[in-house]
């Protein structure tokens, strides 16, 4: 690794902002906002400009008068179907690039000395991105980094939350998996599976199984749309509501508890 000079350093903090509601915010990210000088955005195109202005909005309201932001443009990926070899290879090639444009970022618009932010969707430690790319903008050796994380309420809390129901039942486990592990997850344990990242309506392999779903897309935003109730029963629903909602928005972001019913306990036991 390259030997960074005394007084180089940036300092970076990755701060989880929570689903998509304002008020969602924790105390300790509000505190970190107002600590940073340079808020470090990288975009997805204009058919998700809103998530950018939200983001703006959140720092109009928190951040101290001065605050810049730097944004640049978040690469294209792979999103079809694949397997695990070639998927995990894309994901990889994907982050390089991001890591690519952070570090561009990062160089240009952080003097030494200056507080960056980079605001994360959810909480940093779950399925998302930055932190494993800052870990490689730090192994090239070109920039040193002091790095803060503040955590975040996640998707899957607001889930929960916006139904009125609990991730777990007594004494047994919580399952989180990306859609495309799924149907092996949900047959692995005698649990509740929480499923996220789902590009291709990956509960309908599962219709056969007597499941109860609490559903959500855009959670936290004036945008949230909430269907529950049997698999079976509302599994069309579901499709329907999710296509329309993607034609409208150009994208969707939903995540879904699967419970197994059982006939003594019921769904929400």
Sequence with gaps: MTTQQPGSRRRLLVIGIGAGDPDHLTLAAVKA????????????????SSLTDLRRAMLDEHARPGYRVAEGQDPWRDRSE???????AAV?????????????????????????????????????????????????????????????????QTLAARHRTTLNRVGRPIHITPARRLPEAATAHDGD??????????????????????????????DELLISGRLADVAEEIRHVRADARARHGWIMDTYLLRPVEPEDGPET
Excluded at 33 to 48: C, H, Q, S, T, W
Excluded at 82 to 88: A, E, F, I, K, L
Excluded at 198 to 213: N, P
């Design 193 to 222: 599976t929480v499923v996220m990242l789902d590009a291709h309506e990956s509960f309908t392999r599962l219709e056969g199984r007597d499941l109860w779903i609490y559903w959500g897309a855009y959670l936290g935003t004036p």
């Design 82 to 88: 694949q397997d695990r070899g070639s998927y995990t």
């Design 92 to 156: 990889h090639d994907w982050r390089s690039r991001r890591a690519d444009v952070c570090e561009r970022l990062i160089l240009d618009e952080l003097a030494p000395g200056e507080t960056g932010a980079f605001l994360v969707w959810g909480d940093p430690a779950l399925y998302d991105s930055t932190l494993a790319i800052l870990d490689e903008i730090e192994d090239r050796g070109t920039v040193a980094l002091d790095i803060e994380v503040i955590p975040g309420i996640t998707s899957v």
């Design 33 to 48: 906002i107002r600590r940073a000088d340079v808020f470090l955005i990288l975009g997805k195109g204009p058919e998700k």
